[in-house]
């Protein structure tokens, strides 16, 4: 078989960005032929930056283990606007939350992400995060700022600063509907 007609049938071609579940947004930088246990197999070799960390994933198993091209501006603005809504925090124990919050994080679904950063995103103005918390919350916003940044074709720290614009808006809002719900209630109880 040859290369043109082998690479006809990927899915993901050479020097693309492509998200990988558990670690985030990475390059391939190649497709490789290894023989692993007397069997040849071809890898993608998928270079993450930042991480400096090299991952080779049989093309064979790439979508089964959820590999994926980056989202589309429709999920780019669909994921942002997540980040509006107000925060949906559970009544559960810690230790179940922060479990949820890893899964979503390592689907490697943005909208799951953006709600992660939603949900545990802390203004100035707000009570400080717990040392696990603020762990979840940066690994959740590297993840979303750094697809953001490669569809977007800019850096990490702009993709970052535009997320939490959305945030910070946000958390002022609420505080003003929470300040007008409060004067209200002090307006009946003194009738």
């Known amino acids: 078989m040859t290369a043109k007609k082998r690479s006809a049938k990927l899915d993901f071609k050479t020097n693309e960005f492509v998200v990988y ?3 985030g947004v990475g390059r391939i930088t190649e497709v490789e032929n290894e023989e692993i246990a007397g069997a040849q197999l071809e890898l993608y070799v998928i270079i993450f ?3 400096k960390m090299t991952l080779r994933v ?3 198993k ?3 283990v959820g590999m994926r091209k980056l989202s589309d501006d429709d999920i780019i603005e669909k994921s942002l606007k997540t980040l509006k809504g107000r925060a949906r925090v559970k009544r559960t124990m810690w230790s179940r939350r922060a479990q949820e919050y890893e899964a979503k994080i390592n689907s490697g679904d943005l909208i799951s992400i953006s709600e992660v950063v939603r949900d545990l995103y802390r ?3 707000q009570p400080e995060q717990s040392y696990s918390e ?3 919350y940066e690994a959740a916003l590297d993840r ?3 697809e953001i940044a490669a569809v977007r074709k800019t850096d990490d720290a702009t993709a970052v600063a535009e997320i939490e614009a959305i945030l910070d808006k946000g958390a002022q809002k609420a505080e003003r509907e929470a300040e ?3 004067e209200k209630q002090a307006a009946e109880a003194a009738a």
């Open 62 to 64: 790439a979508k089964a």
């Open 58 to 60: 049989p093309t064979a």
């Open 180 to 182: 007008k719900q409060a």
């Open 21 to 23: 579940p558990s670690h």
């Open 134 to 136: 603020r762990q979840l």
């Open 123 to 125: 203004s100035d103005r």
């Open 49 to 51: 930056e930042k991480e």
């Open 144 to 146: 979303m700022a750094r």
